[in-house]
């Protein structure tokens, strides 16, 4: 069963960070991935970065394009693993052994289609 870890980060927290401070966050990300392949859950995963573009095309309007950053944000999502686990238990385990549950939230969500 797909279960998807996002990782919601609050705005502006990667500045405040500094370099030093993200190169460590990020190599424990990357710990946290292999720990993943080698259990063998590991579906996809990717760091996201912090600019954004939406796009709106309400039913027979022209589509409208907003960049970033959005000033209603208080929040951003950073990233994402996509696990093949059996239960949701496996995957709220899985996001907390993230290390990013120390500075984010790892919000589990199982996949499936959007009609139920």
Do not use: H, N
């Amino acid at each position: 069963m797909p279960q998807m870890l996002l990782i919601v980060e609050p705005i502006g927290q990667r500045e405040a960070r500094g370099v030093e401070g993200g190169k460590a966050a990020y190599q424990q990300m990357l710990g946290f991935t292999d720990d993943l392949k080698r259990a063998g859950v590991l579906m996809a995963s990717s760091s996201l970065a912090t600019a954004a573009t939406r796009l709106q095309q309400p039913e027979g309007a022209a589509a409208r394009v907003i960049d970033g950053p959005f000033a209603e944000a208080k929040e951003m999502v950073g990233g994402f693993f996509l696990l093949d686990v059996t239960t949701r238990e496996d995957a709220l385990a899985w996001a907390a052994r993230c290390p990013a549950a120390a500075w984010a939230t790892v919000e589990v969500r199982e996949t499936g289609p959007c009609f139920t």
